[in-house]
């Protein structure tokens, strides 16, 4: 890895980059362009990729991949469907490949309820990054971070302005001063590649994690491409590959019913964040159990 150094610009990038000192605003930089700066390739990452989606909600359809290695070696496929509204609640439900339902969770503003249907249990925190921690689901983000992320808005996860920035091999990597990312690379294009974090700022017991865009789609031309392939990795070997197989942007917000989760009249859903003990195993009752 090395400081960025004097480059030779492309006479395209010079073009663009003189056009924004001369109009003194950021000009659109269009997709698909090669960049030669960090400066420029941030500016197309913003523009590009931290943008709220058009639309009032999302529903995505993928496949996820898990394997850890701590304190056992377990591998499984899962099913993933995920729905709601940008600024309003978020579905999860997990399925074994044969379609059995694994795992309802949903996430609003009081914060997480994951409903076990086999062992008919439920579980609620009203902080939805711990919560999921609680359960043995270590993800450094939200539902509504994440569902920002597959539509290709990363806006939710990175500040407007960076500290500082370097070449690496073909990419740029950006350090951050605060927030949950501390970590960026770009592509040449200005498209995220990775991002690099910790689980936790406060506890001792946070994990380093890395969310890797393996894979972007083909996008017309003009276009900007969304994430295809997507991994998250922590520290201790944990790994989840994301493979989106569907997506799709709602005009309208999604009816209340639909992002409803009740319970079975005699489930009653055991708080996480009031003392209780049971789940610090981290493994999930459930939802790890369709193994290949």
Not at 128 to 157: C, I, N, Q, W, Y
Not at 250 to 274: C, G, K, Q
Request: hydrophobic share 40%; net charge neutral; with cysteine.
């Amino acid at each position: 890895m090395s400081r960025l150094g004097s480059t030779l610009v492309p006479a395209a990038t010079a073009a663009v980059l003189m056009l924004a000192v001369l109009s003194g605003c950021a000009t659109r930089i269009p997709p698909g362009l090669m960049l030669d700066t960090p400066k420029a390739a941030w500016s197309a990452f913003r523009q590009h990729y931290c943008v709220r989606p058009e639309g009032k909600g999302v529903r995505v359809g993928a496949s996820l991949y898990y394997s850890r290695t701590k304190p056992t070696k377990r591998t499984n496929r899962t099913l993933i469907s995920l729905w709601g509204d940008f600024n309003g609640p978020m579905r999860l439900d997990v399925s074994a490949s044969i379609g059995t339902l694994l795992a309802h969770i949903r996430e609003d503003k009081s914060g997480l309820l994951v409903f076990y249907p086999e062992d008919q249990k439920a579980y609620a925190h009203k902080n939805s990054v711990l919560g999921a921690t609680r359960l043995g689901m270590p993800f450094p983000f939200s539902l509504s971070e994440l569902a920002h992320a597959l539509t290709g808005d990363f806006s939710k996860l990175a500040p407007r302005r960076y500290a500082t920035a370097q070449v690496e091999g073909e990419n740029f990597a950006y350090t951050l001063s605060d927030g949950l990312v501390n970590r960026i690379v770009l592509d040449r294009l200005g498209r995220p590649v990775q991002l690099e974090g910790v689980t936790s700022h406060t506890s001792e017991n946070a994990r380093h994690w890395v969310f890797t865009i393996d894979r972007y789609e083909d996008a017309p031309e003009g276009q900007i491409p969304l994430p295809d392939k997507l991994t998250l990795s922590l520290d201790d070997g944990e790994r989840g590959v994301l493979h989106i197989k569907t997506r799709e942007l709602m005009l309208a917000a999604w009816p209340a019913r639909s992002l409803a989760l009740e319970l079975p009249e005699d489930v009653v859903p055991i708080r996480l964040d009031n003392g209780y003990t049971e789940e610090k195993t981290g493994d999930i009752p459930v939802i790890y159990e369709d193994k290949q």
